[in-house]
């Protein structure tokens, strides 16, 4: 594959700076990009020297001043979001294999599925009944699909995923592989010290253009719904239990545990690690810092860190405190030792 | 469905007030409740005004007063335990799906394999050889179970469960999607800088009335077990490693981890995210507290917290200090000028 | 199966003090053996006095001193590494099933499928197109290789494991169930508040005598390469981002998690529930202890832990200060009225 400079700019809506009939071969980060690459720069490292990498043209962005001495070889392109604009000809120079509508004879249908258009279910899979599955929906091999589940348009299964029944999933929805969508929570009637299981009725629902990583597990609502908000995104080995609540474009960062019933506002970013616990509310754009172990609710727009959770900048101050902790220590015993002095004198 | 009050009051033995005849047709949570379904009340919160729910019943607890304000309209039933009954109701509006006993043609089944009475086999399964499975037992779809493998009577293990050869699964057992059961433990022997694979020849134990949450990993025993007591119940992506005992009735929460060898007592609560080092004992009815790390043995009855665990009061009391040690150390820079001050005079 | 004691020495290379001709049945751990067994002791106290063990032999240090109280019924064998011996011998008495090459007719096969010298694909599989395969390579049930994968000789893959497409996986590796490997790393692009996704186009590359433990996440690089090294070995659960690299022999302990771009060295050990995150370099031969949590460099050697990561040495004296900090809290106030006293003398 190959492109001219001029048609690529026609694509991403950029400002040329050098040759626009530079022929394009591929896409590349800046580090690793050879001659006839294009890459981006985002990053001050990176902008303050574009003869950094060896890439033929460097996306870059508008508010970039280019001067002889930072990219006299370099073909730059100036755009509104150099990130966006490089990844959009990735997927240009990396079209997705095409797959044709197909539903594999190894994969046992269930009574009352109604298939939208263009349905692949691939391998090895199962639907369970009264299933209902929207327009060109691709389940990937060994995808597990209980009865009364709903799945929008244009969502894509990956291997290995299981749909417990009555999960609801949106449209533009993609569940990478192991996961696991609509497991009973974790919750019992205690009797006599013995745990009694309890009957989940409740379901999963995921909203549209949701991304849910490799191992998560979703568990149904005990009763209601667990529901996963538009535009939230989780990396791989997240839980979230029964009755969770997430708003949209939410982003849940890998091995992030939610306990039960908990509501988390639109726009939160909850980082790496991080613990939250059951029945407490998290307002829109919070921050929640990596490892942190939130106790109780979190006001709107808060940054917070820490075990239990505190503001960042406050966390930021104790964590320099806390290596100090064995100097403090030897201060207070001279402390003690020039008071007993004063005091005897 | 629809069950009149009278029938519902007998089925979990409750005192009734208000009227026999009132028709319901659900059950419901507290605060979803529409006026013709059945639902509970067990914290003070709802008790204290049960008119907050539109149900047209509630559960209360046998020592609830009844007056005239707290619920007017309300059909009111007395139970024991009115958590469990409710649960009994759940069950009965929501009857599990009967399947027909079944092997499916897809799943490959192995040299002297036996089952016992009303096997249902699902699809894109497989069982090895030498396996002996019990009563009424349910393999759902893409579940494996390796050679030497027993199952008790009434198990249920969900879809992409995998269970390595020789584990031994008690009766009333069910296992959640994507769980791994007798994976290898992590155990090396190292020889000039490097790490080389032992074999683990040991196994996996589950007592009865067990259940295992969705994406858990329990390694076999390098030599001898790994038991999982009965009525234990653990949550999603729990790790519990090589040769680990679990006592019975003991509840591990999401996101657990439990090092090689190490013994929980009976009755014990493990909250979320805690992680226990290896070859460690921790006593009957203990709790450790989410988050926690425990690194060295706890006594029975204790109640831990904290990285590394220390009594749960202690812990309290250290978190609040924790946020307020940018003042300690202030305080101890005046105190340094104070006592030169006093030692100058 | 039967042994007789100079037949065993011979094949670990071993001293024997006693019975030459004692039949050895089996083997086992120093606490379950039973007569005929034969174990191993290397922790100071068990050598203290072997008669603490059934076992009928005792493989011991070459170090260890021989004298009438503490063996003497008991026939020792000794060897240079007492653990490597006894597990050789672990491979002797448990040979592993030995399968034959099969393709069983359950799995689909991709186009251009390129197998070497028995291959084993068992059940319900399924391989992509343009897949090259070495010899020796067995596919449990339920495995899902993608397109353009690569797959060295010896090579064998638990039930259940997800492949995606464009991996590349060394020799004599061993995955675990569940594991997923070359999911999509957790990265977007932002455009007025809305995280769109990004096509992955980079790969795994996992080197020769790699062991994934169970349900692992390791994801492709977004442009280029994650890099598992050889010799590395995973315990459960692990997450391993987009474009992290890891040196050869490296240990990593369950529910570890590692952000994208991070590179840890060679012969790192990093223990259970630790966080490092992204972009940093942990150098060669580095501890992270258990539950640390790694925010930027650490050169190479270093012994770190606690959150934020600190000197093993320090963080050792700080845990130890934590719980005293109730105390301190009120040496401060007491203080605080001794030097007013002072001050108004």
């Known amino acids: 594959m190959e492109q001219i400079v001029k048609d690529i700019a026609k694509i991403i809506n950029a400002t040329i700076f050098g040759n626009h009939c530079f022929k394009v071969k591929g896409v590349s980060s800046f580090d690793d990009a050879e001659s006839q690459d294009i890459t981006f720069a985002i990053d001050s490292k990176y ?22 001495n930072n990219c006299k070889d370099i073909i730059v392109l100036k ?33 009352n599925v109604k298939f939208g258009k263009n349905p692949i279910v691939e391998s090895n899979g199962f639907i369970g009944d009264n299933v209902k599955i929207g327009d060109n929906v691709h389940l990937m091999p060994g995808v ?25 999933i949106g449209n533009n929805v993609i569940i990478h592989s192991g ?27 995921i909203g ?31 839980h979230i239990a029964h009755n969770v609540k997430i708003g949209d474009n939410t ?21 790496g690690k991080a613990g939250i616990t059951g029945h407490v ?39 320099r ?3 100090r902790l064995p100097e403090m220590r030897k201060a207070l015993f001279s402390f003690e030792k020039r008071l007993k002095n004063l005091e005897n004198k």
């Open 251 to 271: 982003l849940i960062v890998a091995q992030v545990g939610i306990a039960g019933s908990t509501r988390i506002g639109n726009n939160v970013i909850i980082a």
């Open 79 to 111: 755009t509104r979001n150099p990130k966006a604009s490089f990844f959009k000809l990735v997927s240009l120079f990396h079209p997705e294999k095409i797959q044709l509508p197909c539903i594999h004879n190894t994969s046992g249908i269930g009574y």
């Open 281 to 319: 509310t998290i307002g829109d754009n919070c921050i929640v810092g990596p490892f942190a172990g939130v106790y109780s609710d979190v006001p709107e727009n808060q940054i917070v860190s820490g075990v239990p959770h505190m503001p960042h900048n406050l966390w930021r101050k104790v964590v």
């Open 144 to 168: 597990y699909i209980g009865d009364d589940v709903f799945i929008g348009d244009n969502t894509l299964l990956k291997p290995n995923v299981t749909v417990m029944e009555k999960t609801r």
């Open 47 to 68: 902008l303050s020297d574009l003869q950094q990498t060896r890439a033929g043209v460097v996306i870059v962005p508008e508010t970039f001043k280019i001067d002889q």
């Open 208 to 238: 549209n253009n949701v991304e849910i990583g490799a191992c998560n597990t979703i568990d149904r609502g005990t009763l209601g719904m667990t529901i996963i908000g538009n535009g939230v995104k989780t990396d791989n080995l997240v």
């Open 321 to 323: 405190i806390i290596t």
């Open 179 to 205: 996961t696991v969508i609509g497991s009973d929570g974790f919750g019992f009637t205690q009797d006599a010290g013995t745990h009694e299981k309890i009957n989940h009725i409740g379901y999963v629902c």
